[in-house]
């Protein structure tokens, strides 16, 4: 069935430093791809998304683009800042069901 | 756009009473949406999809007698656990799919704790 793979965390960063979060999936055909982060004690906030192969999701300085050839869906962001810390999670629409399948969340930490 | 409400943000019970938690869109229609169950620094774990006007789809495990769901509107759906343990508590997320769409928008979380 569908899948999602994320990162290993917890992951510490400096403030300032480049993010990679790493997300592959396994899928039937080409589904949609989201990041949602969700910060402490509150719901998940959909942080970014790509429809098709080669998309590239933009949002609050985060990218991900939508790589059929790997797989993947890799968060970035040049330049983090201690308000990023929070976990992020990798999902996409299981096929043939409204339900989201999820990565198991990488908790990012930034240090000033 | 594609804002979702919860309510109450937290609720503290005693065991053995029933808590209804709403789930609200408060900008667009849901014909769907769902509820997820999430355990400290663990993912979210879905419990239920439920269907304006229909019964709710639950996921293998969670029983349906004590998670109670009803989606009586395209705006509004709801959560009742019944008769609550303390093992029941944990932080309840829901989620609203705007008809068409993939994405799911995330109600802030109810953090249950039965005494």
């Known amino acids: 069935g569908d899948s999602v793979t994320q990162m290993e965390g917890p992951v510490t960063l400096s403030e300032e430093a480049f993010l990679t979060i790493n997300c592959t999936y396994t899928?039937?055909?080409?589904?949609?791809l989201f990041w949602y982060v969700q910060y402490p004690g509150e719901g998940l906030q959909l942080l970014l998304k790509?429809?098709?192969?080669?998309d590239k999701g933009s949002n609050k300085g985060f990218e991900a683009t939508y790589r059929k050839e790997t797989t993947s869906f890799h968060l970035e962001k040049g330049s983090v800042q201690v308000s990023d810390s929070a976990v992020y999670f990798c999902?996409?629409?299981?096929?043939?069901?409204?339900?989201?399948?999820f990565g198991q969340g990488t908790r990012l930490t930034i240090n000033p | 756009g594609a804002v979702v409400s919860q309510h109450p943000s937290w609720v503290i019970c005693k065991s053995g009473t029933s808590v209804k938690i709403e789930c609200r869109s408060l900008?667009?229609?849901?014909?769907?949406m769902f509820w997820y169950r999430q355990f400290p620094k663990q993912s979210l774990m879905l419990m239920a999809t439920?269907?304006?006007?229909?019964?709710?789809?639950?996921e293998q495990g969670v029983e349906k007698d004590k998670f109670l769901i009803n989606h009586a509107s395209l705006t509004l759906s709801t959560l009742t656990v019944t008769s609550a343990h303390p093992e029941d508590s944990s932080f309840y997320i829901c989620?609203?799919?705007?008809?068409?769409?993939?994405?799911?928008?995330f109600g802030p979380g109810t953090r249950l704790t039965v005494l």
């Open positions: 989620s609203a799919s705007p008809s068409g769409r993939a994405e799911q928008f």
């Open positions: 899928a039937t055909g080409y589904p949609s």
């Open positions: 790509a429809t098709k192969a080669d």
């Open positions: 999902a996409l629409p299981e096929q043939g069901a409204q339900k989201l399948v």
């Open positions: 900008d667009f229609q849901a014909t769907t």
């Open positions: 439920s269907n304006e006007g229909s019964k709710a789809t639950y």
